[in-house]
């Protein structure tokens, strides 16, 4: 299990480009398939005042809503898991 999960649909242009990011920065991190996972597309949903953001991005305790690049590097620098 990794520390950093992204919550997303396959066909999402923001979930792929979030995917790539973590990909190039060499993060490891669980893809759940919002297609394939009810309970977890519904919680995303919760999240967003019931809409379906995607990506969701998790990491520990914070949690971050179809995150641009800045956003994204600066929470994993928060957590350590940038340099």
Sequence with gaps: MNDVS???RTGCGDTQ???QRLDSLGIGY???????DAKAA???????????KTPAVE???LVLSVPSDAELDGALRSKGLMA
């Design 6 to 8: 992204v919550y997303g």
């Design 17 to 19: 480009h979030t995917r």
């Design 30 to 36: 669980d893809y759940i398939d919002l297609d394939k």
């Design 42 to 52: 519904e919680w995303v949903g919760e999240l967003n005042g019931g809409k379906q």
């Design 59 to 61: 990491l520990e305790d």
